[in-house]
């Protein structure tokens, strides 16, 4: 131990610190400076190794001075509590802090308890104290001879235990107070224990709450999906895509959702965070090879992440075809007429080109997913915002952007490019109202 008291000096001379500026300081001088103004004098006297010191001499006495001396370390705890805070989050680690603290006031509780027995023994008239009860039933009598009666280790064992079975509101008996003093003591550790009893325990059914909290979510979230499934009266085999659908959800997100937690940021972080979550898209794909960060940035801000089980139809034939997908995981199949015409899987696109049609055509076809599939979909409206504001960009987009399957219904987007030129016919204007008569 006095070892690793030690170590921390020497490390304590290379650790940054934060001035009254907000300031990281990592000059070693002036992080010498401040740990001589703060901590140094504490870390030393902590780590005088005592027991070397005096080694040899197992005395009462000794042991008491050695006690005393240590206590310097106590003193160092101050710097821990202020930094239990950060570890707060972490149930484990507030559990075991817990446990420790609740050990480390045990074993002080022991040594007064240890303390009040030797201090009383020589002024009792009748040898009832805790430590001649001890020294009955261990046969180890005290006699004149200073190092006569129980060993240092028993009375310490014994001590703990005692306070251990004190503050746990368990007390077998076994070991009690006999004195005023031991029962007054005794009153007081009682009242300690059952404060310790609520706080450890509080803390600890706390944590198990926090521990379990993702699952009461989900529960929470699944009674719901199906109260609505009830109250609406979906039929069978949409209620089993809408439940699937939800439990995939919700095992790849774990119930966080994501679009809630980025909102709570600003937005230089979210389009930091959102080209993080799609940088393998953006550097994979060849469509947005020599875009400039920027827009890089802003197509990142655009993409939104879709998850489908199995079976479950992404488009159906005649749906207006108003974004690009771009499948990052899992297998999908083409369907036209029930026949299936092509298998897209990983870093396959399907859509419509955005940039060679002026107006959104239709699916001419039903895309349906084969496994569990990821894909990151961009509103085409969104994409042309985006090149509006990189027009540098367009040619390099238009020529890299390979479509695996393009799913626009060209006879229909013929029949509404007819329907929008032709010339609209004249409207009789109604004599007595002066306006088009509707």
């Known amino acids: 131990v006095d070892v690793m008291f030690i170590i921390d000096i020497l490390i304590n001379f290379r650790t940054t610190y934060v001035n009254k500026n907000d300031e990281v300081v990592s000059h070693p001088g002036k992080i010498a400076v401040h740990y001589f103004k703060g901590w140094f004098l504490i870390d030393v006297v902590a780590a005088i190794p005592f027991d070397l010191l005096l080694f040899g001499s197992e005395t009462d006495e000794t042991t008491t001075l050695i006690g005393l001396l240590k206590t310097a370390r106590l003193l160092r705890l101050v710097r ?55 020294a009955k039933q261990t046969h180890q009598p005290y006699t004149n001879d200073s190092n006569s009666g129980p060993s240092l280790k028993s009375k310490y064992i014994t001590a703990l235990y005692f306070t251990f079975s004190s503050l746990t509101s368990v007390g077998f008996g076994n070991v009690s107070p006999n004195t005023n003093a031991e029962k007054v003591f005794c009153i007081c550790i009682m009242l300690i224990g059952s404060l310790m009893y609520a706080s450890i325990f509080g803390n600890v059914s706390a944590i198990i709450q926090r521990l379990y909290s993702g699952t009461a979510r989900y529960h929470t979230q699944m009674l ?70 920027g827009c890089l940035r802003a197509l990142s801000m655009k993409f939104k992440t879709t998850h489908a089980p199995p079976g479950d ?16 995981r899992g297998s999908i199949e083409i369907l036209k007429d029930d026949v299936v ?63 695996t399957f393009n799913l626009r219904d060209e006879e229909s987007s013929a029949m509404l ?14 004599t007595t109202a002066g306006r088009p008569f509707m």
Not at 93 to 116: E, P, Q, S
Not at 226 to 237: A, Y
Not at 313 to 328: M, N, W
């Open 80 to 134: 821990v509590a202020r930094k239990i805070d950060r570890y707060s989050e972490y149930g484990a680690a507030v559990l075991l802090l817990l446990m420790a603290t609740f050990a480390l006031i045990a074993h002080w509780l022991a040594c007064i308890w240890y303390a009040i027995g030797n201090v009383e023994r020589p002024l009792l008239p009748a040898k009832i104290g805790w430590l001649d009860i001890l």
């Open 224 to 293: 719901r999906v199906k109260e609505f499934i009830r109250f609406h009266q979906i039929p069978n085999p949409l209620r089993q895509r809408l439940e699937e659908y939800f439990q995939h959800a919700w095992s790849y997100t774990n119930g966080i959702d994501m679009n809630a937690v980025l909102k709570g940021f600003p937005e230089c972080l979210q389009a930091d965070i959102c080209l993080h979550l799609n940088r393998n898209l953006l550097q994979n794909s060849p469509a947005f090879k020599h875009a400039s960060q």
């Open 313 to 328: 139809t992404l488009v159906h034939k005649g749906d207006v075809l108003k974004a690009l997908y771009f499948i990052s």
């Open 341 to 403: 015409v092509a298998i897209l899987g990983k870093d396959d696109v399907f859509g419509e080109d955005p940039l060679k049609n002026d107006i959104m055509g239709k699916s001419n076809c039903d895309v349906r997913a084969l496994t569990y599939c990821d894909l990151h979909k961009i509103i085409r409206d969104d994409i042309l915002e985006v090149l509006d504001m990189y027009p540098e960009f367009t040619d390099t987009f238009m020529k890299n952007l390979e479509i």
């Open 417 to 430: 490019n007819e329907e929008d030129t032709t010339p609209a016919e004249s409207v009789p204007m109604s």
